[in-house]
């Protein structure tokens, strides 16, 4: 590998030089001594003004292209870095506010649930001592059902048997012995049914 660079090395350098030589004798001048010194005249005189060209004008341009690019990125970078610290610490508030927000809710629904078991132990209560009442009221409404009922059973069999009785008979009886009967029965059987 390496005889093989060293030989194309060598072909092509021995190809330059014949061309050069060739160049010479053919009246090409700048490959002629002669003409030398004043090739490095021109040469010397165009790359002073290139030069100078360069450093007085188009490279300050550049560097202040350059700086100013280099303080706007800094400046953008110093602006990103402030709004990721504000963005940073505005997320942190709301995450106090959102705990904040969760732990008023939780307080509020527990109230909430507190005041609706009171008001339905209240209103349980109100409930119970109504129907305790009404169950009083239907108590007391039976008893007096059941003091007064012999007497308007009395009253309905002596008025029953007095229609009976006439239409039996077809005359009207003294309802002073019906009634006597009845309440004789009454109090024989009063016992059975309405007593103790």
């Known amino acids: 590998m390496i005889q093989k660079i060293y030989f194309q090395s060598i072909f092509f350098s021995f190809l330059f030089f014949k061309e050069v030589f060739a160049a010479e004798s053919g009246g090409m001048p700048q490959l002629n001594p002669e003409f030398w010194v004043s090739q490095i005249f021109w040469l010397i005189l165009t790359f002073g003004i290139l030069y100078i060209v360069l450093s007085k004008l188009i490279l300050p341009k550049i560097s202040n292209n350059l700086e100013s690019r280099k303080s706007q990125i800094l400046e953008n970078i110093e602006a990103a870095e402030k709004q990721r610290e504000d963005s940073e610490s505005k997320l942190k508030e709301y995450e106090k506010i959102i705990s904040k927000s969760k732990l008023e809710a939780k ?82 059987n009063g016992d059975k049914y309405y007593g103790n």
């Not at 409404?141 to 007064?148: G, P, Q, S, T």
């Open 107 to 188: 307080n509020i629904f527990n109230q909430a649930r507190e005041k609706a078991l009171k008001d339905i132990n209240n209103k349980r209560e109100i409930l119970d001592k109504q129907i305790d009442d009404e169950i009083n009221k239907a108590e007391q409404e039976i008893l007096a059902f059941r003091k007064n009922a012999p007497e308007k059973i009395n009253k309905i069999a002596i008025e029953t048997s007095s229609e009976l009785i006439q239409k039996l008979i077809g005359t009207d009886v003294n309802s002073s012995s019906i009634s006597a009967i009845v309440d004789d029965l009454s109090r024989k």
